[in-house]
């Protein structure tokens, strides 16, 4: 008899007192019998509704099963058959919005907490099984993947387990993506991300890091080495600005820059030389997860006043409900209907204020969410010392500007077709180099998707 609870197993989560100063992981995971409490909530329902909402189709009512059975590895087992990064998925996917949306107990209460479900055990599986990863026999092809975030890296572990040789090219020193320098350490710590990178690894895939794919080599370069495709899962790692008046002053960041200081160059860490300012009153532009990483980064770096500047209004706020709730918790104040129009300096060049005006909105525009409109004359000076802007990114137009025959839309994203081929031959990409900055899953998802196609191209030349 199913566990018929409206409410889900509550994840127990870091005091939000205690956590305002350390970049320990924010939510701790269920315990083994909380998962299995959670497992008895699912109906099983025999169409699914769950999987048509995973970008990866995660078989999700059959691991779920496994866990309510108490078998944790065969569980993990089901769960990779089609992604490659279950510990990372459980901790960032917007599952609310993807599988748990579809899932029938959310018409009544609460939808069953597949993405803490799966991020136990990934965990479990993690710390009590020693896996020896064989690699594949190898079928003699060679194919390129650009850029190892999660885009590649998906594609170049489905690509593996089929016995290609593949090589990964890193423009940063370290793999990971996005899960290395934009995701902080208490949403997702990057042991977690290394321990994938290394299954990878293991299964017989190169990754060379320091390889600006556009600058030390080209496309081109790649299939004259004798690599039958390439992939390219670039990313879209170039910060949006506003073009207001101000934006070039001092103290002044992109989301990109601060997150990337604090994450990947661990500037929050005693004894680290990166350097990082520490302000006492920071203003975050922006109202996404990006903009919740960089708040919640500075509120853990000191900054005594952190605020979110956001245009519309928390109906239409972008960022996971999560992610809202626990900046709240940490003291996070929110400026809503709120838009800044100009960066105020100092005579050093310092900023020291930003001027915003207030919203209200109207009618809905393209994205179906209601168009912020000025109310004149409703100026107002907020006085900060750092400003950090989070309002999205773009691709880096350096693989399509060093490679012939790669068409892009006008946002710099490249042109694919369903399969993720571009428009020359032998080139495919996925993930937020084509669809611009999106979610990790997305990627993944896109990484499968560009693998099969691979698979396909090469096994029909």
């Not at 969410?369 to 350096?398: H, K, Q």
Request: aromatic content about 6%; some cysteine.
């Amino acid at each position: 008899m199913p566990n018929m609870s409206l409410k889900k197993v509550d994840m127990p989560i870091q005091d939000p007192i205690e956590r305002r100063s350390n970049f320990d992981e924010v939510a701790l995971g269920y315990t083994k019998e909380q998962a299995m409490e959670e497992a008895e909530r699912c109906l099983h329902c025999p169409t699914k509704p769950c999987v048509s909402g995973c970008p990866v189709s995660v078989n999700i009512p059959d691991f779920i099963l496994a866990v309510k059975e108490g078998n944790f590895e065969k569980a993990y087992h089901i769960i990779r058959e089609t992604s490659s990064l279950p510990a990372v998925c459980g901790r960032v996917c917007p599952q609310e919005t993807q599988c748990e949306r579809q899932c029938v107990r959310g018409k009544k209460g609460e939808s069953v907490a597949i993405g803490r479900l799966e991020r136990f055990v990934a965990d479990w599986y993690r710390e009590n099984v020693k896996e020896e990863i064989q690699a594949p026999d190898s079928n003699g092809h060679k194919v390129a993947v650009v850029g190892a975030g999660p885009a590649g890296l998906t594609c170049a572990g489905d690509l593996a387990k089929k016995g290609y040789q593949v090589s990964v090219f890193e423009a940063l020193h370290v793999a990971g993506g996005v899960l290395m320098y934009g995701i902080p350490e208490f949403r997702l710590p990057k042991k977690i991300v290394q321990h994938e990178i290394d299954g990878l690894r293991q299964m017989g895939v190169d990754i060379e890091t320091n390889v600006v794919i556009g600058r030390s080599e080209s496309v081109d370069d790649l299939f004259a080495q004798g690599y039958e495709a390439v992939f390219v899962g670039s990313g879209a790692g170039l910060p949006n600005f506003m073009g207001m008046p101000g934006e070039n002053l001092k103290g002044v960041y992109s989301a990109n820059e601060f997150l990337t200081r604090c994450n990947l160059m661990k500037a929050y860490r005693d004894g680290v030389d990166t350097p990082i300012q520490h302000a006492k009153r920071a203003v975050i532009v922006g109202g996404g997860n990006v903009a919740m990483d960089a708040a919640r980064c500075a509120k853990r770096l000191g900054v005594e006043e952190v605020t979110i500047v956001y245009r519309r209004s928390m109906e239409e706020l972008p960022a996971r409900k999560e992610e809202v709730e626990h900046a709240m918790e940490e003291g996070i104040e929110f400026r809503l209907l709120t838009n800044p129009v100009q960066v105020l300096g100092d005579e050093e060049g310092w900023v020291k204020g930003i001027e915003c005006v207030k919203m209200e909105l109207g009618e809905p525009d393209a994205s179906g969410r209601r168009r912020p409109i000025e109310i004149p004359g409703s100026n107002f000076v907020i006085d900060i010392d750092c400003m950090i802007m989070a309002i999205g990114t773009s691709p880096n137009p350096l693989i399509r500007s060093t490679t012939k025959g790669l068409e892009t839309n006008r946002k710099g994203c490249l042109i694919t077709d369903e399969n993720g081929l571009t428009t020359r031959e032998g080139v495919y990409a996925g993930g937020d180099a084509v669809t611009g900055a999106a979610t990790v899953i997305l990627a993944m998802g896109a990484g499968k998707v560009g693998a099969a196609a691979i698979d396909e191209y090469i096994s029909e030349k």
